[in-house]
């Protein structure tokens, strides 16, 4: 079984900066790809941001540049470095791992990420 937990959304303004975290517990390989999504109201569940085995990145267009996600191995965590957040940064923010193997998604609960003036 695994549990994922995000913690640090919150209310910012525009351009300014956050930073998410998740923690993973259970059974978690380092072949396992974690990764943050977001879903804005109205709109579907989208890739923000991944870490694949070997520490190789993927990042959707929307975040290049502005987002930065790094993975822990040894402590099974993933954070997200979001700066310049603009309006449309606006979302449930939630924790992913794959399995490496295909065999298994799982989800965090989600942490509200709120960009407004």
């Known amino acids: 079984q695994v549990q994922l937990v995000e913690s640090g959304g919150g209310l910012v303004q525009p351009g300014g900066s956050l930073r998410l975290s998740c923690a993973a517990s259970?059974?978690?390989?380092?072949?396992?790809?974690m990764g943050w999504f977001r879903q804005a109201p109205g709109k579907q569940r989208e890739l923000v941001a991944s870490v694949g085995r070997g520490g190789s990145t993927n990042y959707a267009d929307f975040v290049k540049g502005r987002f930065t996600i790094s993975r822990d191995n040894s402590k099974n965590t993933i954070d997200l470095q979001m700066n310049s957040l603009n309006l449309e940064d606006t979302a449930v923010y939630y924790c992913?791992?794959?399995?490496?193997?295909?065999?298994?998604?799982?989800w965090g609960q989600g942490t509200q990420v709120t960009v407004s003036s």
């Open positions: 259970g059974l978690i390989f380092s072949a396992d790809t």
């Open positions: 992913n791992l794959d399995r490496y193997d295909g065999r298994g998604d799982y």
